[in-house]
């Protein structure tokens, strides 16, 4: 149960602000919501068999707390992730397919090497649970479709983005630092070091636009 819920809500959390949710509420301004949901759940569902057999894969090679240790660093990339943003990729869209397979198509490419299927990795390989996992990563994603989706169609309004995500990416961090630290208290320096230059080098990718703007000029 413990896998379950906790996939449910970490991906729910990292569902929150990304390109697919974007993607989910582009389609569901041209298709019926219920076309929607379904092919996202059709589509996750897919993509998360992947994600949790290369989880079960990394579990088997790695474990005790080295491997606490290391879905808690994943973790923090996933908030520095999470809070940098992604931005909606329309592409593969198209006029005149059939509403299911744009819908199903287009949400599998996208999500695709996303955060959400790198984070159901993460938990698969930790808990060592597939079918929970699997069922909590995807109820989780379609939920977090179907509340951007619900807005798009009762309210005609664009959900907060920014501050979801925000919310969303301190969670996630204080998610990861929880678990590194659980893990990480007694491995060698080395470890430390390592999850430290690896975390900076994310930022400096993940924010280089940030960190290349050049100043303003009087």
Same mark, same amino acid.
């Given at each position: &149960?413990?896998?379950?819920?906790?996939?449910?809500?970490?991906?729910? !959390?990292?569902?929150?602000?990304?390109?697919?949710?974007?993607?989910?509420?582009?389609?569901?301004?041209?298709?019926?919501? !219920?076309?929607?949901?379904?092919?996202?759940?059709?589509?996750?569902?897919?993509? #998360?068999?992947?994600?949790?057999?290369?989880?079960?894969?990394?579990?088997?090679?790695?474990?005790?707390?080295?491997?606490?240790?290391?879905?808690?660093?994943?973790?923090?990339?996933?908030?520095?992730?999470?809070?940098?943003?992604?931005?909606?990729? /329309?592409?593969?869209?198209?006029?005149?397919?059939?509403?299911?397979?744009?819908?199903?198509?287009?949400? !599998? &490419?996208?999500?695709? *090497?996303? $955060?959400?299927?790198?984070?159901?990795?993460?938990?698969?390989? /930790?808990? #060592?649970?597939?079918?929970?996992?699997? &069922?909590?990563?995807?109820?989780?994603?379609?939920?977090?479709?179907?509340?951007?989706?619900?807005?798009? @169609?009762?309210?005609?309004?664009?959900?907060?983005?920014?501050?979801?995500?925000?919310?969303?990416?301190?969670?996630?961090?204080?998610?990861?630092?929880?678990?590194?630290?659980? *893990?990480?208290?007694?491995?060698?320096?080395?470890? @430390?070091?390592?999850?430290?230059?690896? !975390?900076? *080098?994310?930022?400096?990718?993940?924010?280089?636009?940030?960190?290349?703007? $050049?100043?303003?000029?009087?």
């Amino acid at each position: &149960m413990d896998a379950f819920l906790i996939s449910l809500v970490m991906v729910f !959390l990292a569902e929150m602000g990304d390109k697919t949710q974007l993607i989910a509420m582009a389609l569901s301004s041209r298709y019926r919501p !219920l076309t929607v949901l379904v092919g996202i759940f059709f589509a996750t569902a897919a993509a #998360h068999v992947l994600s949790v057999m290369a989880g079960g894969f990394l579990g088997s090679l790695v474990a005790g707390p080295w491997l606490q240790f290391l879905a808690g660093v994943s973790f923090l990339f996933f908030g520095l992730w999470t809070l940098r943003g992604d931005q909606g990729d /329309e592409e593969g869209i198209r006029r005149g397919a059939t509403p299911f397979l744009v819908v199903f198509w287009t949400f !599998l &490419m996208g999500e695709m *090497g996303d $955060k959400t299927m790198l984070t159901t990795a993460s938990l698969a390989a /930790e808990y #060592h649970k597939a079918i929970p996992v699997w &069922m909590g990563s995807t109820i989780g994603m379609v939920a977090a479709d179907g509340l951007a989706i619900g807005f798009v @169609w009762i309210l005609g309004a664009k959900l907060p983005e920014r501050r979801i995500r925000l919310a969303a990416a301190v969670v996630f961090l204080a998610f990861g630092a929880w678990r590194t630290w659980s *893990g990480g208290r007694e491995l060698p320096m080395a470890a @430390w070091l390592g999850a430290a230059i690896f !975390l900076a *080098g994310a930022s400096l990718i993940l924010f280089r636009n940030v960190f290349s703007r $050049k100043p303003i000029e009087d």
